[in-house]
């Protein structure tokens, strides 16, 4: 869900819609955060609990900074 509304911020050029968005991932992160990762830890065996941590916060943090890295490289066009 998070994926989908992030391309569609990205994608979009109606700055009412974008709002909209927003607010809808805002919302949404309490469920990836919490539900999803705890969800994620009990579906693994307990001795990969600190490799599925890891992976997942170090993809997360990789994602973030290739958001940066993006419209770092486009703020000079606008």
Do not use: K
């Not at 911020?9 to 469920?31: C, D, E, K, Q, R």
């Amino acid at each position: 869900m998070n994926l989908v509304f992030t391309f569609c911020t990205l994608a979009t050029s109606n700055i009412l819609f974008m709002y909209l968005l927003m607010f809808v991932l805002g919302l949404s992160v309490t469920a990836r955060y919490y539900v999803g990762y705890t969800y994620n830890l009990e579906m693994q065996p307990s001795s990969h609990h600190v490799l599925v941590s890891t992976s997942m916060f170090l993809f997360e943090s990789c994602v973030s900074v290739c958001v940066i890295i993006y419209f770092w490289g486009i703020g000079d066009r606008w």
